[in-house]
């Protein structure tokens, strides 16, 4: 289930930096994604973050994620500014089970998450209520902008209740949610 994170800026950034900062977020995921298929390290150190470890060991496997896609980043030419930032970013939603969409450009930024379950919905709405997102995204388009600006980052509240009823409902009984406003489907 795709749920559309809002990325607000002010003042607007105008839409070549809008399309630049997508095209080097998208980059991004395509390097970690082939990582995450060919290296056998990193699919362990995912395993590991999954189970019952320590906190300090949490932390090990976290930073060395990290570390690798850094790397990774590097060498794949995302922009040397933005590399720590989205490597920061990738290994929180990986360990999430949050994957990447796609994105775009409407009247804002656009990011669509795919969250496959309720808890990965949980952890992406976390990651926007606690102010992580907001601080991912401020650094990586200040970063590009090269001055500050202001944001707004949120998931509509009927695009995440949607995602929690298909995520939460059983599968294959036949039933369709439905949104009581407009009678479309989710």
């Known amino acids: 289930m795709e749920v559309p994170v809002y990325v607000i800026i002010n003042p607007a950034i105008g839409e070549a930096v809008e399309q630049y900062f997508i095209s080097e977020l998208t980059k991004a995921y395509e ?3 082939v ?15 999954r189970q019952k470890i320590t906190r300090c060991q949490r932390s090990l496997c976290r930073e ?3 570390k690798m896609f850094v790397s990774a980043l590097d060498q794949g030419g995302t922009l040397p500014r933005l590399v720590r930032i989205f490597a920061r970013m990738v290994a929180y939603n990986t360990v999430r089970d949050i994957g990447f969409g796609s994105a775009r450009v409407t009247n804002s930024i656009v990011i669509y998450y795919r969250c496959k379950t309720v808890k990965a ?13 907001h601080a991912v995204f401020a650094a990586a388009v200040e970063s590009l902008v090269l001055r500050p600006t202001t944001f707004d980052v949120y998931v509509r509240a009927d695009d995440f209740n949607c995602a929690l009823l298909r995520l939460s409902s059983p599968q294959g009984t036949g039933k369709s949610v439905t949104d009581t406003h407009n009678n479309n489907s989710c």
Not at 35 to 49: D, G
């Open 64 to 66: 060395r994620l990290t």
């Open 121 to 133: 919905l949980y952890e992406l709405s976390q990651m926007i209520v606690s102010g992580f997102m």
């Open 35 to 49: 990582l995450m298929e060919t290296s056998r390290e990193v699919c362990c150190l995912k395993e590991q973050l």
């Open 31 to 33: 390097i970690i994604d």
